[in-house]
């Protein structure tokens, strides 16, 4: 099982972008699935996640700035992240749980500038 991460890049503080996590299973078989971010000299840290049937659960400090979403046709999941701040730089990673085990991508960086 592979997860692939794309999206990331330098924006402007109060601009938006689009990550988008491909699966190559069918995401039907995926549990919950998950974006984790990790600064330089922090730990990683859970932002989002959503479950097979489409509940979503969000970290507080992205509350209503981040939505997450999945395409089942297309074995996507997405995190639309809006009015950026600098403070949301990092290496987001998403994750996918299906059956006993949890499979990472490789990560993609997000700057934000002020």
């Known amino acids: 099982v592979q997860l692939v991460e794309s999206g990331g890049g330098l924006v402007q503080a109060g601009g938006s972008l689009r990550l988008s996590c491909a699966t190559s299973v069918n995401i039907f078989r995926i549990i919950i699935m998950g974006w984790y971010r990790q600064a330089p000299g922090t730990q990683r840290e859970l932002v989002a996640t959503?479950?097979?049937?489409?509940?979503?659960n969000y970290k507080d400090p992205v509350k209503g700035r981040f939505t997450i979403s999945k395409d089942n046709a297309k074995n996507t999941m997405y995190l639309q992240i809006n009015n950026l701040k600098p403070e949301d730089s990092a290496v987001y990673y998403c994750y996918a749980v299906f059956g006993t085990q949890t499979v990472w991508g490789q990560g993609t960086q997000v700057t934000v500038s002020s």
């Open positions: 959503i479950t097979g049937g489409g509940t979503t």
